[in-house]
């Protein structure tokens, strides 16, 4: 009886690490192969307003954080392997909603407080009666890979990550992350 159990216990085992390993993705070929990238990048036009240098920026801050990875080689889009498309979301500001009480500040990120900034206080209407302050949130960053030389219009993504200050910043976390996918599809058996 403790052998059969014990059997049924390993088998168990085996077969759920088995579909575990399953589940993960496995990236393209074109995406493991693949030698040089080239950057189209994309702003809100909002960020634009604020600043003018900020696709400029953008653009270094994601060659830079690509090139410190060391995996694939910068090119140009006529003869690159892969094309990343980035684009920054706008970030809205804390607003001021007059109150006749008092000034609250509403974060769109994390919601009103008595300063921006502070979490977790309730949402009472944003304002005075007859006066509602709509709801900001922040439009997410995306980073999106596809095949080069091919129309991206009517290309499939190849892989993608969409956040909150995805592409903002000295790490990069979209880099990141799609460096991670890289390393973790690399080391499964195919």
């Given amino acids: 009886m403790i ?6 216990f390993f088998l168990l085992v085996l077969f759920v ?3 575990a390993a399953r589940d993960k993705k496995h990236l393209p070929d074109q995406l493991l192969k693949a030698q040089t990238v080239a950057f189209v990048v994309s702003v809100d036009p ?4 604020a600043n003018p240098k900020i696709a400029e920026t953008l653009q270094k801050e994601l060659e830079t954080a690509m090139a410190n990875w060391g995996r694939y080689k ?18 809205n500001p804390p607003t001021v909603v007059n109150r006749p009480d ?5 974060n769109p990120n994390t919601g009103p407080g008595p300063y921006p900034g502070t979490p977790g206080l309730p949402n009472p209407g944003l304002g005075v ?7 900001l949130r922040a439009e997410e960053d995306t980073f999106e890979v596809y095949a080069a030389r091919t129309d991206i219009s009517d290309a499939s993504r190849l892989w993608q990550y969409k956040g909150a200050l995805a ?5 990069v976390a979209a880099i990141e992350k799609f460096r991670k996918a ?9």
């Fill in 3 to 8: 052998i059969r159990r014990a059997v049924i």
């Fill in 17 to 19: 690490c088995q579909s």
């Fill in 46 to 49: 909002h960020e634009i307003a």
């Fill in 74 to 91: 910068l090119a140009p889009s006529a003869t690159a392997d892969l094309v990343i498309v980035a684009h920054m979301g706008h970030v």
């Fill in 102 to 106: 008092k000034p609250e500040f509403t």
């Fill in 129 to 135: 009666p007859g006066r509602e302050a709509a709801q």
């Fill in 167 to 171: 592409l903002r910043g000295p790490k």
């Fill in 182 to 190: 890289i390393e973790e599809s690399e080391k499964q058996p195919k």
